[in-house]
């Protein structure tokens, strides 16, 4: 069974049209993050909860916000998203544990900007 | 920030051959190394993964390595198989919860 589900897989959206992703799990875990990854390259990270503190990278353009309204949902919103937004935005959770921070990733949505 | 490197970029290997996989880190706080792969089109998966209180980890064809001094890590894979194509990051993270990718190593296995 899916632990991180995030729907949907492809979403298409027009340059400056707010886009909306959107995340859930079902593990119960403290932390969630979401990722963007580009063609051959590394997911970066924009930022991440625990519980319901929110921890945004220093890099992370204004354009992108995210909201945690319960351990369950998580959400990436892009205000106007441009050309160099496309790309693969992963989520994934985690719960520390024995020192050890295991994170479990969504199947991802492949985000495209027309 | 962390600043995490990873070599090669690509990585052609004979099957039955070994593959090897460098990263380097920069935050001496970091302390948990996992290894992903991603096949296309796919989530990250973990493969393996190591604290920093150890320095040596096996599960059957794949091990890693920690030199915590030098702060690099290794990951190694041996009687490599077509299936063991795809695309491999190292990550660091540290006890703040953010997670620090690699580059990528793009791994191919040649029948």
């Known amino acids: 069974d899916a632990m991180v589900i995030q729907n949907p897989r492809y979403q298409v959206t027009q340059f400056g049209k707010p886009v909306t992703l959107s995340c859930s799990q079902t593990l119960n875990h403290n932390v969630m993050y979401w990722y963007q990854q580009k063609s051959s390259q590394a997911p970066k990270l924009l930022f991440h909860y625990y519980d319901k503190d929110f921890n945004n990278e220093a890099d992370t353009p204004d354009n992108f916000q995210s909201r945690r309204p319960n351990t369950s949902f998580c959400f990436l919103d892009i205000r106007s998203p441009g050309l160099g937004d496309a790309a693969m935005y992963l989520c994934?959770?985690?719960?520390?544990?024995?020192?050890?921070?295991?994170?479990?990733f969504g199947a991802g949505t492949r985000l495209s900007v027309l | 920030g962390e600043n995490v490197e990873q070599h090669p970029s690509t990585l052609s290997v004979q099957e039955g051959d070994s593959a090897v996989i460098k990263c380097t880190y920069s935050d001496s706080a970091s302390n948990y190394f996992p290894w992903y792969k991603q096949e296309l089109g796919k989530r990250p998966q973990l493969i393996i993964d190591i604290r920093s209180n150890v320095g040596e980890k096996k599960d059957q064809r794949i091990a890693v390595t920690l030199n915590k001094t030098a702060k690099h890590f290794s990951l190694h894979i041996t009687e490599t198989q077509p299936e063991d194509s795809a695309v491999y990051f190292c990550a660091a993270s540290s006890t703040g919860n953010q997670f620090y990718f690699g580059t990528g190593t793009s791994l191919t296995v040649i029948p």
């Open positions: 994934a959770t985690s719960v520390p544990l024995f020192a050890k921070n295991i994170q479990y």
